[in-house]
């Protein structure tokens, strides 16, 4: 088993306050904590993406099929514009939004190319009015649409030099390395998803940086041509597009989506024993905290409830949010709780939802023995310090291990059972 990376240091965790005092000092979780400073206010801003792009400060990920490039499993791999000049030009960001909508035609793909942020501990990056920093982009060169053979062409160089695109549930970067991956893949993964509009159904073209979609009101493609013509003449104009509500006032669906979902490690009313679940798909022994989606109209608090009750029959009172973590597949927010069954509330019925294949109460001490000895990634050994049989839990990267961990250490006032 390879040794799990280590969790991103909390912001601020060595300065004193008040909060700090109450409530103990801030939890960050893995896939949180980027270096990055997105300065979302500067995505429309076309003089500085440009600046952006041309400062030899610059980083671009390149992102195939949602796979970061990578120099080894625990960190990503960087290009720089000379890399994927060959793919977006010299300045993909010459032209203005109204310029690029007045030209949009559906019948060419171009290469996404989301802003990810500043990285203001860099001395040589890129000063623009009152900020500084080195710029990150990511880009798709996943080998599909109109670009399909200049996506070939950078890829084969990246990967002459020894480079490699890191595929599958990605959980071993270093931690500063996995939020970046997070919010490239969450974005990339949204504007691959949403190549039409969700109000009209006619394509998009994704714009602000990669991080809004926008439904054109014209099109200067061919494709509408009568249908068995050999040859198109390119159109004098543009063709006018049926109406879209999206084109008037702020519309949601327009921007990445994030679905909050709930995470709880449920505590039995003793406080002796923790409720675990088991998916049909996990591997031999494993078990987790319970989880869902929240609902429209439903507090955190009245989703873990739901969830917990749906899921295993248990019946729970005080909820408690301990920490959250971003979790990009697709784009999540996990919301992590700690949660306790009310008195005759800890029988489990799994008979309402078919979700679990299993559900059972376990003991502190069995829960903290599996966080020492038992913990891995999925499709990995756990430990040498494992007994086979024993019970398996989630590694550290998961906000689950985290919410296990918390309760055996005295989350609740009692002692720590590590």
């Given amino acids: 088993m390879s040794s799990p990376p280590e969790l991103p240091e909390p912001v601020e965790a060595a300065r004193d306050s008040m909060l700090s005092r109450k409530f103990g000092k801030e939890i960050a979780n893995y896939f949180a904590g980027s270096p990055l400073n997105?300065?979302?206010?500067?995505?429309?801003?076309?003089?500085?993406?440009?600046?952006?792009?041309?400062?030899?400060?610059?980083?671009?990920?390149?992102?195939?099929?949602?796979?970061?490039l990578s120099k080894d499993p625990r960190t990503l791999g960087y290009v720089s514009?000379?890399?994927?000049?060959?793919?977006?030009?010299?300045?993909?960001?010459?032209?203005?939004?109204?310029?690029?909508?007045?030209?949009?035609?559906?019948?060419?793909?171009?290469?996404?190319?989301?802003f990810l942020?500043?990285?203001?501990?860099?001395?040589?990056?890129?000063?623009?009015?009152?900020?500084?920093?080195?710029?990150?982009?990511?880009?798709?060169?996943?080998?599909?649409?109109?670009?399909?053979?200049?996506?070939?062409?950078?890829?084969?160089?990246?990967?002459?030099?020894?480079?490699t695109f890191l595929e599958g549930r990605v959980q071993s970067l270093h931690a500063p390395h996995a939020a970046i991956f997070a919010e490239a893949r969450s974005i990339m993964d949204w504007n691959a998803r949403n190549p039409f509009c969700a109000q009209c159904g006619q394509p998009t073209l994704s714009i602000n940086a990669g991080f809004?979609?926008?439904?054109?009101?014209?099109?200067?493609?061919?494709?509408g041509a009568a249908q068995g013509?050999?040859?198109?003449?390119?159109?004098?104009?543009?063709?006018?597009?049926?109406?879209?509500?999206?084109?008037?006032?702020?519309?949601?669906?327009?921007?990445?989506?994030?679905?909050p979902t709930v995470i709880m490690a449920v505590v039995s009313h003793d406080g002796s024993r923790l409720l675990l679940g088991r998916g049909k798909r996990y591997p031999p022994h494993w078990y987790s905290t319970l989880a869902g989606f929240v609902e429209p109209a439903e507090s955190v608090e009245e989703a873990v409830r739901r969830e917990?009750?749906?899921e295993s029959g248990v019946r729970l009172g005080r909820v408690v949010i301990h920490s959250t973590q971003p979790w990009p597949y697709p784009a999540n927010l996990m919301i992590g709780a700690i949660a306790q069954a009310i008195p005759?509330?800890?029988?489990?019925?799994?008979?309402?939802?078919?979700?679990?294949?299993?559900?059972?109460?376990?003991?502190?001490?069995?829960?903290?023995?599996?966080?020492?000895?038992?913990?891995?990634?999925?499709?990995?050994?756990?430990?040498?310090?494992?007994?086979?049989?024993?019970?398996r839990l989630p590694p550290r990267t998961a906000i689950a291990n985290q919410l296990l961990s918390a309760v055996v250490n005295g989350f609740l006032g009692g002692e720590s059972k590590m």
């Fill in 229 to 259: 013509a050999t040859t198109a003449a390119a159109p004098a104009k543009p063709t006018e597009r049926a109406s879209c509500a999206t084109r008037k006032g702020v519309h949601n669906i327009a921007f990445p989506r994030t679905d």
């Fill in 212 to 223: 809004k979609r926008t439904c054109p009101p014209t099109d200067w493609s061919t494709v």
């Fill in 344 to 391: 005759g509330g800890d029988e489990i019925q799994l008979e309402h939802d078919p979700e679990l294949e299993d559900a059972k109460w376990v003991s502190v001490a069995e829960v903290a023995q599996a966080l020492r000895a038992g913990t891995s990634v999925p499709g990995e050994a756990p430990g040498a310090a494992y007994n086979e049989g024993d019970l």
């Fill in 117 to 163: 942020g500043l990285d203001e501990q860099s001395k040589d990056g890129l000063a623009w009015k009152r900020y500084q920093g080195a710029p990150y982009f990511a880009l798709d060169v996943t080998t599909n649409g109109t670009y399909k053979t200049e996506a070939q062409g950078v890829i084969a160089e990246v990967e002459k030099r020894g480079l």
């Fill in 308 to 310: 917990v009750w749906e």
């Fill in 38 to 68: 997105r300065f979302s206010f500067l995505r429309t801003d076309h003089a500085f993406l440009s600046a952006a792009i041309a400062h030899p400060s610059t980083s671009f990920l390149l992102m195939r099929d949602l796979a970061p």
């Fill in 81 to 114: 514009l000379n890399d994927v000049r060959s793919l977006i030009g010299s300045d993909p960001y010459a032209k203005s939004e109204e310029d690029l909508m007045a030209e949009y035609n559906s019948s060419k793909t171009v290469p996404l190319l989301i």
